[in-house]
């Protein structure tokens, strides 16, 4: 059973940074996608970033793209989110999800949720 659990949410101001974790568990295969996606209140659930160890794959929405870093830790099988010059718009609670092989795959699995809020 795959388990994805995130944490790094918080309060910071505009400009600043916060990374998020994906920390996840149960996966047995080489080859899977972990992407992280925001919903803000009456938005809808946008895709923000995701990396791929199947092909190496890594995607930015351009909203986030020169600002945000996705990265992946073997060691801990955690995924990273580093969110830099962050803006009020970027307020959203985020979630990581996992899929086989590729981004482009459908997600199966997703994390709880973490809130970041950027506000001064």
């Known amino acids: 059973q795959v388990q994805l659990v995130e944490s790094g949410g918080g309060l910071v101001q505009p400009g600043g940074s916060l990374r998020l974790s994906c920390a996840a568990s149960?996966?047995?295969?080489?080859?899977?996608?972990i992407g992280w996606f925001r919903q803000a209140p009456g938005m809808e659930r946008e895709g923000v970033s995701c990396?791929?160890?199947?092909?190496?794959?890594?995607y930015y929405a351009d909203s986030v793209k020169g600002r945000f870093t996705i990265s992946r830790d073997n060691a801990t099988n955690t995924v990273y989110l580093l969110m830099n010059s962050l803006k009020p718009e970027d307020t959203a609670v985020y979630y990581c999800?996992?899929?086989?092989?590729?981004?482009?795959?459908?997600?199966?699995?997703w994390g709880q949720g973490t809130q970041v809020t950027v506000s001064s």
């Open positions: 999800a996992a899929s086989d092989y590729y981004c482009s795959g459908s997600a199966e699995y």
């Open positions: 149960g996966i047995t295969s080489d080859y899977y996608a």
């Open positions: 990396i791929s160890t199947s092909d190496g794959y890594i």
